[in-house]
Structures are given as C-alpha cells and as structure tokens.
C-alpha cells in the first residue's frame, strides 16, 4: 500500500488527545500572570507555579495548542480580544484542561472573582476562542458569527458543532461494521475518516496496521478485516489512554519538518525523526519552526524591511543635515555676539553719532550715504557699512570677514544679547536633534539586524533555517552582561556596572572595563568599583555627577548612616594589582596610580520607581537617572527602617503615586524586585524636592 505524504497543517483528534493529559499535569494550579495575543489568532498565556518557572500556553485557532518555550515579541498596544482576556483571566487560576469528546474541541476551566469561567478554543476549519460564564452564555469571542446550525454571539449560549463523527473510544465492532457494511462501494478509507472523525492519515494509519487496501470498496470487505480494523483502531486509542507517547517530528528528505506525531505509524516507517521527551515539546518544535520558515520564505517581510531601513536612512541623513546646520548656526551666533564685544566702542560711539543726528532731524537714508561716502576713505567704524535695512533700522555690518546685522532700534547690549541666545537656542536644537539621531540610528540597527537575519532565513535550505532558528533561541534566553551586576542607565543614555562584591568588582574590571571607560571609588573601604561604559562617545559631565552619586550610595556610607561621601574617578591604566611597595592587592582591590578627578562630598541619595506598561516593573539608580524614566518614584537617603518593613513602604508609596487603574498591576508585584535598588536593604523616604 503506498502512502501519500503531506505536510501538516493542522491538529487531530489525536494530538489534542496525546498533548492534553501532559498540559494537565502542567498547567493545573496555575496562575494567570498575562495574556499576549501575537497575531488574529494566536494567544500566549503566561502562567504562573510556586517554585516553578513560567509556563506558557500557545494557542492558535484553527490550527495548534500545547505549550511552549519560546518567547516570543508581542504587539506593543494588545487587540480588543485580548484586553478583554485579561479583564476577565487575568489572575484567575487554571482549575481544567479537557478534550470535548474526542473532537477539535479544547475547553480550558479557569476559577475567577466572576465564578467559573471556559474558554472554548475551536482548531478545525478557520478556528475560533470563546469565553462563557458559568451559566455557558457567551462573554467573548474572537469571532462573533451566525452559522446555519449555531451562532456565535454574545450573551447567547454556547452550542457546539455537531459532532464529526462517532467518538473511536465509544464506537463498538458491531457499530463499525454496519457503518462499512452499507457504505457499498466506497473506500473503506473514506468511510472510516468519516464515520470516526478521525481525519484521513489516521484513518489510513488503522488500515495500514489493519492490512487492508484503504481504496478497497466497503462491500468487498471481510468480517476478518473489518475485525482488524476494529483491533488496530483500539491499539491507536489504548496507547493514547496509557499515555504510552512515542513522540516524535517526521522529516522530509531535505530535513524540513513534515509532520509531528504522538505515536509511531506505519505510514513514516523509513522517515528520518526527530524525538523528544513529551508531546508538547515536539509540538513547540515543530509549530514553531514551521511557522518561522514561513515567515522568513515570505519575501514581502523582506521588503518591508528594506522599505523601512531605506526610511531610516532618510530620516538619519536629514537629522544630521539638520544638527550640522544648527551647530553651525550656534557657533556664528555665538561669534557674532563676541565680535559685537570686541569692536564695542566704536560701534557704541558711531550708533549714538546716528541715533543723535537723526534726532536732530537728519534723515537716516542721508545719514547712511554719508556714512557710505565716509567708507571709501578708510574712516572707522564707517567701513564696516555694507547696506542699510531702512524699513528694519538694520545696519548689515562686515566685521572680520563676519557679515551680519544689528538693529539701531535696541542698545548695542541688546543686540549681542540676541545672537548669544539665538545661539543658545541653535545648540539646545542641536541637542535634542541629536538625541532623537541616536534613537534612529539604534532604531536602524536593530531593522538591519532582523532585515540580514530574514535575507538569511531565507536564503538558507529548511535544515539549516532549524539550527539558525535554535541558536536564535539560545541569544533571545542569554542575559546581557551587565545583568550581572548592578547597574542603571544614565539620564543621558550611558551605561553605568557596579560590583557587588569582590568577586564581580574583579571580573567588572578585568573583563568588561575598557580603556575609554571611566571608573568610579568611594573614598571608603567597602566601596564597589562602577564603570561608566563610554561607548567611543565623550561621557557628559551630568552622567559623571549620577555614577557618582551611585558609587558613594553603594558604599559602606550608606550602612553608617553618612550624608555624603567622596568620590573619585580614573582611567583603567591607573588601576595596578601591585602596590606601592610591590606587595600585591587583595582580591577585588586595586591600586590607584597617577591624579584622581576627585567629587567631593557627593550626597548619598538614590530613587525607586515603577513603569507599568502590560506589568509593571521597578527603576533605580540616581535620582535623575530614574526621573528620565518615570514620573512615578520616590527618593531614599540613608536611615534607620530596613528590611521587608522599608521595601513595602517603598512599594506602598510608589502605588499611592500611581492612577487607579495601574494600582492593581503594582500591587501584584513582588517587593524583592525592590530589594536590589536599595543598598544593605536599609534607609529611610524623604519628602525633599530633589
């Protein structure tokens, strides 16, 4: 019997019969923490174990739902759907996982403050995700629909699809055979898709164990091979019941993934596999890469990728165009008005020789001609004349080889004043031009980064689009760096690591210290090392004054209840293993060669605050680095409340700045997430305007 092999689309009665008593061991117990809806039909819930990692749950209408590994990128503003989800789900515990009947119906149970709440999740045909209450009226559906036999509309109750077939752990021999047995000359293999739901590789797979042609008129059959189809469906079903998986993904001869299966059939024996540990985990791998290679075949990705990096582009060379000219424009301002100064007196002394002629009754169109006149004999300041402005009372001057006006209706002072501030104002744009230059040029890397990793995908064999994938996945895992550490970014976009004890002030140094770099001490045993990353940039003096104020708030000052502390900073060649004597230097220590830039009597001060975007999470660092991030904060000095009684005051605070409506995000957050960003765990509020 030859067997056709298509690629898998879809989930079976079976998949869903082989994932769920995995799901229910599980997600049973679990906690809501959020729910993420990647495209129209897919949903990520994130689950929540005590003492367990996270867990999440993916589920697509119409096509897959088991549970995953890999987190993905979600929309930055969530569709209806999904709000409505999280109005109603989140925080509700997950009490049920069944499989309706042995349908495309999965039905998750959830114990919520509204009672007990199902969500319907529907994977035949184009799919669909209900919410029903207790009472099975619909709350919510990802399509609301009326349909010849239901409807899916809200606030009606939910009826389910008539079944597709007979339910293969209820049917009987005697039921099996009366439906061959009048089928007459169909194909036995059609009659048994039909008959048991079960979808036509399956219903080949229980022909093959069966050995009987699947194209074979049901009339023709024998009541020994109806008998054996009858056996070897219950072989399918029994394994299925154990929980004896044999999971695995089937590969095609170029390695792409070709289907994934809970058991091993007949139809792939020869088919290079791939196995794993549990059903869900070959379903995570599959849909996963599956839809990935998709993705990455599709061209139009690309070029909206390309169309997108070619707008940055744009953008980048107008803002620099645009900070060019600013910078120029503050820099010839700025000389005008120094040159105003310069030639000061004579310009004083032939604006008051015009200003008193004219009141004298002298026209200024005269007064400017003889001025003119007077140029051509060398007289000053008279040469400095070009033209006259007489609607404006502007003298064009030529000073230096620097042409520019001055008005004789505003005092000499006045006139300079208003170049040093257009001048001023120029590099305040410049300033603000260049931060936003900065946001695009990171903005551009990161499209240039996914445009070279789709060109690649795409130009990669499937194998090799699975092992791209895979290391992708291990990157999107990693940590940075730096997350070893504590650390904050400056209020000016700078990186700032310190140690938390000598291990890691040795490993910051030695490894990820540069020589560009700037590293900070506290005047005081006890101190961390904290590096200021420079990136090949020049470090503003206000990112100095915030690693300052870190590095003397982490120090043992803050234990001793101290106001401030010294600081100092210095270069990496001027930190030494050996010292003055040649004797060595403790580990996690460092001698200190050559001239300190020393910050005296830096206050010891630093803020917490909370950014509640889909959760919420916590900020700390300088005051103003945590400003530039959040209005929601507070600001802590040195002091005598510690522990969990100091962390819930923090949080407590933080709440009560916040809006209603981001309370209850807030408050579900734990207060070690504060801990980190308060130094020995100790210190007291203070109400000071910062």
């Known amino acids: 019997m030859t067997v056709q092999t298509l690629r898998k689309k879809e989930f079976t009665s079976f998949d869903i019969a082989a994932a769920i008593p995995e799901l229910k061991a599980t997600i049973a117990d679990s906690r809501v923490n959020n729910i993420y809806q990647l495209n129209e039909k897919t949903l990520i819930f994130k689950l929540h174990k005590i003492d367990k990692p996270p867990i999440r749950l993916v589920t697509e209408a119409g096509r897959r739902l088991h549970s995953t590994v890999y987190a993905q990128e979600s929309p930055n503003v969530p569709p209806a759907f999904c709000m409505a989800l999280r109005k109603y789900l989140r925080g509700a515990w997950v009490s049920g996982i069944e499989q309706y009947e042995f349908e495309r119906i999965v039905t998750l149970s959830f114990n919520t403050k509204a009672g007990l709440l199902r969500l319907v999740v529907e994977l035949f045909g184009e799919g669909n995700i209900i919410l029903t209450n207790e009472k099975n009226m619909i709350l919510q559906a990802l399509f609301f629909k009326r349909m010849r036999d239901r409807n899916i509309l809200r606030n009606e109750v939910l009826a389910f699809p008539p079944p597709s077939g007979k339910n293969p752990f209820k049917v009987s021999l005697s039921e099996l055979e009366e439906a061959l047995k009048n089928a007459g000359e169909v194909e036995v293999v059609r009659v048994t898709a039909r008959f048991l739901g079960i979808g036509g590789v399956y219903a080949e797979e229980v022909l093959l164990r069966a050995n009987v042609d699947k194209a074979k008129p049901c009339k023709n059959l024998t009541d020994m091979e109806i008998k054996g189809i009858f056996d070897a469906l219950q072989s399918l079903l029994s394994k299925l019941s154990e929980g004896n998986l044999e999971p695995s993904i089937i590969l095609d001869q170029d390695g792409s993934f070709l289907d994934v299966v809970p058991l091993k059939l007949k139809r792939y024996e020869g088919f290079k596999t791939q196995g794993h540990s549990s059903f869900n985990q070959s379903l995570d791998e599959f849909y996963l890469r599956v839809t990935a290679v998709e993705s990455a075949l599709a061209s139009v990705e690309v070029d909206k990728l390309k169309q997108e990096a070619d707008r940055l582009k744009r953008v980048i060379a107008d803002q620099e165009k645009s900070i060019h000219e600013d910078e120029a424009k503050a820099e010839r301002d700025k000389l005008i008005g120094d040159t105003i100064y310069a030639h000061f007196n004579e310009l004083q002394t032939f604006q008051d020789k015009l200003l008193n002629a004219n009141m004298a009754g002298k026209d200024w169109n005269m007064l400017i001609n003889e001025a003119l006149e007077a140029k051509k004999t060398g007289k000053i300041p008279e040469v400095y004349i070009e033209s006259f402005d007489g609607r404006n009372l502007a003298l064009n001057l030529c000073i230096d080889n620097l042409q520019f006006s001055i008005t004789l209706r505003h005092s000499l002072?006045?006139?300079?004043?208003?170049?040093?501030?257009?001048?001023?104002?120029?590099?305040?744009?410049?300033?603000?031009?260049?931060?936003?230059?900065?946001?695009?040029?990171?903005?551009?890397?990161?499209?240039?980064?996914?445009?070279?990793?789709?060109?690649?995908?795409?130009?990669?064999?499937?194998?090799?689009?699975?092992?791209?994938?895979?290391?992708?996945?291990?990157?999107?895992?990693?940590?940075?760096?730096?997350?070893?550490?504590?650390?904050?970014?400056?209020?000016?976009?700078?990186?700032?690591?310190?140690?938390?004890?000598?291990?890691?002030?040795?490993?910051?140094?030695?490894?990820?210290?540069?020589?560009?770099?700037?590293?900070?001490?506290?005047?005081?045993?006890?101190?961390?090392?904290?590096?200021?990353?420079?990136?090949?940039?020049?470090?503003?003096?206000?990112?100095?004054?915030?690693?300052?104020?870190?590095?003397?708030?982490?120090?043992?000052?803050?234990?001793?209840?101290?106001?401030?502390?010294?600081?100092?900073?210095?270069?990496?060649?001027?930190?030494?293993?050996?010292?003055?004597?040649?004797?060595?230097?403790?580990?996690?220590?460092?001698?200190?060669?050559?001239?300190?830039?020393?910050?005296?009597?830096?206050?010891?001060?630093?803020?917490?605050?909370?950014?509640?975007?889909?959760?919420?999470?916590?900020?700390?660092?300088?005051?103003?680095?945590?400003?530039?991030?959040?209005?929601?904060?507070?600001?802590?000095?040195?002091?005598?409340?510690?522990?969990?009684?100091?962390?819930?005051?923090?949080?407590?605070?933080?709440?009560?700045?916040?809006?209603?409506?981001?309370?209850?995000?807030?408050?579900?957050?734990?207060?070690?997430?504060?801990?980190?960003?308060?130094?020995?765990?100790?210190?007291?509020?203070?109400?000071?305007?910062?």
Do not use: C
């Open 413 to 690: 002072f006045d006139n300079a004043s208003e170049y040093y501030e257009r001048g001023k104002k120029a590099r305040q744009k410049s300033a603000g031009a260049l931060a936003a230059l900065e946001d695009s040029k990171k903005r551009l890397a990161k499209i240039e980064r996914e445009l070279r990793e789709a060109e690649e995908l795409k130009s990669l064999k499937p194998a090799e689009i699975i092992e791209a994938l895979s290391k992708r996945k291990l990157e999107r895992e990693s940590k940075e760096w730096y997350e070893k550490f504590r650390w904050f970014t400056s209020s000016d976009g700078f990186l700032v690591v310190a140690g938390k004890d000598t291990v890691s002030n040795e490993v910051l140094i030695k490894k990820y210290t540069k020589q560009e770099d700037v590293v900070f001490h506290a005047e005081i045993s006890g101190a961390p090392f904290v590096v200021v990353k420079s990136e090949g940039k020049t470090i503003s003096e206000q990112t100095l004054r915030e690693a300052g104020e870190f590095a003397a708030s982490f120090s043992r000052a803050w234990r001793e209840n101290a106001g401030s502390a010294d600081v100092y900073w210095v270069k990496l060649d001027q930190l030494s293993k050996s010292g003055p004597s040649g004797e060595s230097v403790p580990h996690g220590a460092f001698a200190v060669v050559g001239k300190r830039n020393w910050m005296r009597s830096v206050p010891l001060k630093l803020a917490v605050g909370t950014i509640v975007d889909e959760e919420a999470s916590f900020v700390g660092g300088p005051v103003d680095a945590v400003k530039a991030k959040t209005k929601t904060y507070v600001v802590l000095v040195p002091g005598d409340y510690a522990g969990k009684e100091l962390l819930k005051q923090i949080l407590k605070s933080l709440m009560l700045k916040l809006p209603k409506e981001q309370r209850e995000k807030a408050g579900k957050t734990s207060i070690e997430q504060i801990r980190e960003f308060v130094p020995y765990t100790k210190g007291t509020m203070t109400e000071k305007t910062i």
